[in-house]
């Protein structure tokens, strides 16, 4: 069997479409992390992943929803009110929930 210049190309094309689908799959961005609030250490590891992926300009706006929620659903300071209000969320969402409760953090 010849291969001829026709067929070479196609497979050298096919070869390539795969290479960069693969590329594109690879540098895709991963899922956001989801707070996970079923224990302590959980929410402390998943909240501290979350932050790091959002722009520097939101991370204070994340700490103080995280830090602020015990306060605004029980009088106790109950900590693991965070973790059951946050459980599942992205980091974003956290920040978008705080920002419209706040009026854009101007509260």
């Known amino acids: 069997m010849r291969i001829t210049s026709n ?7 096919r070869a390539f479409a795969l290479a960069l689908g693969l590329w ?7 899922d956001p992390t989801r707070l996970d609030g079923s224990s302590p250490d959980a929410f402390a590891r998943t ?17 103080s929803a995280i830090a602020t929620v015990p306060a605004r659903r029980y009088a106790n300071q109950d900590p693991a009110a965070a973790r059951s209000a946050f459980d599942g969320m992205t980091a974003a969402a956290v920040v978008a929930t705080e920002r419209e409760r706040t009026d854009g953090g101007n509260r």
């Open 24 to 30: 594109l799959t690879a540098c895709s961005d991963p």
């Open 7 to 13: 067929n070479a190309l196609f497979h050298g094309e």
């Open 47 to 63: 909240a501290a992943a979350a932050r790091q992926e959002l722009p520097v300009a939101d991370r204070l706006m994340f700490d």
